[in-house]
């Protein structure tokens, strides 16, 4: 059976979480905030605001980092959905994930609406200190420590 596949415009509320595999491969979470509207006696009215984790696979990882994705950017997405369940202090929890990795898949910045002051082009340093980052994280997960 197919997975249930869905696309969508997101803005992105954190800053993304890359992670440099052994396998030479890159992945990305994002989470992501996707908002509804609706028409209220003739008036647009927010609806309830839904937050979703985006895990990227590569090659469209690799696009993500060199394209610097960062929060308050709005993405476009096609993907495919799954459910993850934990258990956390004696209560089963659950959140909807979408992956983005497949032939059919895509992701990307959105050109519909300008880069957010907080997200936009940082400077040559920022992709600098996010592999700076990884390589630490990488070291850590290497001594037995998993990497999620």
Request: aromatic share 10%; proline share 6%; glycine share 10%.
């Amino acid at each position: 059976m197919a997975l249930p596949r869905c696309s969508g415009e997101v803005n992105v509320v954190s800053e993304p979480f890359v992670n440099f595999l052994n396998n030479g491969k890159t992945m990305v979470k994002l989470r992501v905030l996707a908002k509804t509207r609706k028409k209220v006696n003739n008036e647009w009215t927010d609806g309830d605001p839904s937050f979703f984790n985006i895990v990227v696979w590569d090659p469209f990882a690799s696009n993500l980092v060199e394209s610097q994705v960062a929060k308050g950017d709005t993405v476009f997405f096609s993907g495919t959905l799954s459910e993850q369940k934990w258990e956390k202090d004696g209560e089963e929890r659950t959140s909807v994930q979408i992956s983005v990795g497949g032939t059919d898949d895509s992701v990307g910045i959105s050109a519909r609406w300008p880069r957010r002051a907080g997200g936009g082009k940082p400077g040559p340093k920022k992709l600098e200190q996010v592999f700076a980052v990884e390589a630490e994280q990488q070291s850590e997960w290497q001594e037995g420590n998993p990497p999620f």
